[in-house]
């Protein structure tokens, strides 16, 4: 069955990096294209980043971008998000999902990022 397991987050102080992954099984990772969200506390779902099947392409919402990049490992069937200069209005749990023709498929159980001092 199709599993999405994220994993890398935590607490990191104002300013500092994280990377988080997503290791992928159960499918043909390297056919989906794959996208980050998250949900802050008392917010709605927010979409992150979306990266195409192959790793070609990519985009990121205006509140990440130039901070936030994903990429993949296909070989490794794992999806990657780097975080950089981090604000506390990033705390949320992110979660990994896959992109179908109809919108999102499958999610995965998220990790928490907490940005505080």
């Known amino acids: 069955q199709v599993q999405l397991v994220e994993s890398g987050g935590g607490l990191v102080q104002p300013g500092g990096s994280l990377r988080v992954s997503c290791a992928a099984s159960?499918?043909?990772?390297?056919?989906?294209?794959m996208s980050w969200v998250r949900q802050a506390p008392a917010k709605g779902l927010e979409w992150v980043s979306f990266i195409n099947s192959g790793g070609s392409a990519t985009y990121t919402a205006d509140s990440v971008k130039g901070r936030f990049t994903s990429s993949r490992d296909n070989d490794k069937n794992t999806l990657y998000l780097q975080m950089n200069n981090l604000k506390p209005e990033d705390t949320a749990p992110y979660y990994c999902?896959?992109?179908?023709?109809?919108?999102?498929?499958?999610w995965g159980k998220g990790t928490l990022v907490t940005v505080s001092s």
């Open positions: 159960g499918f043909f990772f390297g056919g989906y294209s």
């Open positions: 999902v896959r992109e179908n023709y109809d919108g999102i498929d499958y």
